[in-house]
């Protein structure tokens, strides 16, 4: 069974730093794009970007980059989302997700990371 | 990249079908096959219901059906039922190698 089992919640106050992970599990880690998704409190989703864990080979969105840095351990088989100065602003819940075949939707879902940023 | 633009709402009678289109440009939707559409019940993982413009997954109902012609791709939902309402996105791989999501449309079940 595939899983993508993300960190639990956050709770950060601005400035701080912040990453957060997506396990993942049962298919060839390689194999597949990770991507991260945001929604913002009663917002739409929002693609932030993705990794392909094969050749660690990123693309993001122009509204993250470069606030946000997406990466992935092979050994550990888990992708990690960064944030090295968070804002009120990054307050959201984040999803990674594994894609179906490259270009395709994405197939499977990490539970969600809620990240809170207050001061 | 702009978001792909969809209807905030749509509203059917249990039973009846609606259709939601969501419009791109020639660098995403019209561009490439890779469109597919998303549920979201809130505070849920969203789920895949299409992918590559009308193929759906193994296990999602043969109710949700989808196309696309030029910069729009549309999805319909036949035989509407309550557990239908949520929300629907839209999403295209683009040209610059990444992706776009729609505006996201909630359908209501009346």
């Known amino acids: 069974e595939i899983q993508l089992v993300q960190s639990g919640a956050e709770v950060k106050k601005p400035g701080e730093s912040l990453r957060i992970q997506c396990k993942a599990s049962g298919y060839s880690f390689t194999s597949s794009w990770i991507s991260w998704v945001r929604q913002m409190p009663g917002k739409g989703l929002e693609w932030m970007g993705r990794?392909?864990?094969?050749?660690?080979?990123?693309n993001y969105s122009p509204s993250f980059r470069p606030h946000v840095t997406i990466s992935a351990d092979e050994s550990l088989t888990t992708a990690y989302l960064q944030w090295t100065s968070l804002m009120a602003s990054d307050a959201a819940i984040y999803y990674c997700?594994?894609?179906?075949?490259?270009?395709?939707?994405?197939?499977?879902w990490g539970q969600g990371t809620l990240v809170r940023v207050s001061s | 990249q702009s978001a792909l633009t969809q209807p905030a709402s749509v509203s059917g009678s249990l039973g009846q079908s609606i259709t939601i289109p969501c419009t791109g440009t020639?660098?995403?939707?019209?561009?490439?096959?890779?469109v597919c559409w998303y549920q979201h019940h809130r505070g849920k993982a969203p789920k895949l219901i299409i992918y590559?413009?009308?193929l759906r997954p193994s296990g999602v109902s043969d109710r949700f059906s989808a196309s696309k012609s030029g910069k729009t791709a549309s999805l319909t939902i036949s035989g509407l039922q309550p557990e239908d309402e949520a929300d629907y996105y839209c999403s295209s791989f683009t040209t610059s190698n990444g992706y776009v999501f729609g505006t996201g449309t909630e359908v209501t079940v009346l």
């Open positions: 020639g660098n995403d939707v019209g561009y490439y096959h890779f």
């Open positions: 990794i392909d864990p094969s050749d660690s080979y990123t």
């Open positions: 997700g594994r894609h179906l075949n490259r270009g395709s939707g994405v197939a499977d």
């Open positions: 590559d413009v009308s």
